[in-house]
């Protein structure tokens, strides 16, 4: 019986198997009057990070949430079922609902993906390392004709072009929590259906934490000045960072937002003058973060 290698396995994937680095090479052009123009947003599987959420839902001047219930489908990103968005296609074709005939209507804000294309993000652990490494590499699908075309340019300059270091700096705060959720893996056990609603807030749902965090019971229990709440209520980058540090102190007891002294008492007694509160469990009712 032959081996099964690679180069003879049944199907051909278009991922090419070398790790490619920053001052690696890439022959690639895309452009309007390409014969395969618009063919690559025709059939799409488009993960979405919380930055390119931040971008597309203000482009489309709309709420995360009114954003994320139009264009998204949600799916879960790993065995551990950490929860990931998508963009939503019709579900009789593959199409990407931002693909006009003139090409893409959010070009500005498109995703990451988007903007790396052909090239994959690889953002990697190794055992033992507290710090990941990124490498790329080229997806060659055959309807896409712009790696037959004459320009051969490094990766790096490849990224600056498509302006991915935005994306990339915040994006990269995010993976950071993702690979050390994954690495505590099963000493912390699986993780409670509660942190992945909060990790699905933080991540995705930027409207919504910005109403949780302007919420009275969130600052009975977190000391903000009045300068960082009018930052936070203005501005979605320092929002979408402050929800990562919140997201790092309640998910692995990074403790860099301050807590108010007596903070779980003082909304414990608020909740129990209005009688809302049950006196046998009087944190039923608290549907946010476990204060840590
Ligand atoms: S967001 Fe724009 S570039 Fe990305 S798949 Fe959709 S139409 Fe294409
Ligand atoms: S060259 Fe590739 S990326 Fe550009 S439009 Fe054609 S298929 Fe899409």
């Not at 278009?14 to 680095?21: D, E, F, G, R």
């Not at 139009?70 to 968005?85: I, L, N």
């Not at 000493?187 to 259906?193: A, D, N, Q, V």
């Amino acid at each position: 019986m032959s081996e099964t290698t690679i180069e003879n396995k049944p199907y051909k994937s278009p991922i090419q198997p070398t790790k490619l680095s920053l001052n690696d090479t890439l022959q690639f052009r895309c452009h309007k009057d390409i014969a395969c123009f618009n063919e690559c947003c025709k059939k799409i599987d488009i993960l979405l990070t919380p930055y390119d959420i931040l971008r597309l839902k203000n482009r489309l001047g709309l709420t995360s949430e009114v954003f994320l219930a139009q264009y998204t489908v949600p799916y879960e990103m790993d065995a551990q079922s950490m929860p990931g968005v998508k963009i939503r296609t019709a579900d009789d074709n593959l199409i990407c609902p931002f693909l006009r005939e003139a090409g893409c209507s959010v070009y500005e804000d498109r995703p990451s993906a988007c903007r790396y294309y052909p090239l994959g993000l690889l953002s990697m652990r190794q055992q033992d390392s507290t710090t990941d490494e990124n490498a790329y590499f080229l997806v060659k699908e055959d309807h896409c004709l712009g790696h037959n075309e004459p320009r051969t340019l490094p990766i790096q300059d490849y990224r600056q072009e498509q302006g991915v270091d935005i994306y990339d700096e915040i994006n990269h705060e995010w993976r950071q929590i993702i690979l050390k959720k994954r690495s505590a893996g099963p000493t912390i056990g699986k993780p409670t259906l509660r942190s992945y609603q909060f990790f699905f807030l933080g991540s995705y749902n930027l409207d919504g934490l910005r109403s949780f965090i302007l919420s009275q019971g969130f600052l009975e229990v977190y000391e903000l000045d009045d300068k960082t709440l009018k930052q936070l209520n203005q501005d979605d980058v320092t929002l979408l960072r402050f929800g990562f540090r919140l997201l790092r102190q309640v998910l692995f007891g990074e403790m860099t937002i301050p807590l108010k002294e007596n903070a779980m008492q003082t909304r414990v007694q608020r909740r129990r003058e209005t009688n809302q509160v049950d006196p046998d469990n009087p944190n039923s009712d608290y549907q946010g973060p476990l204060v840590v």
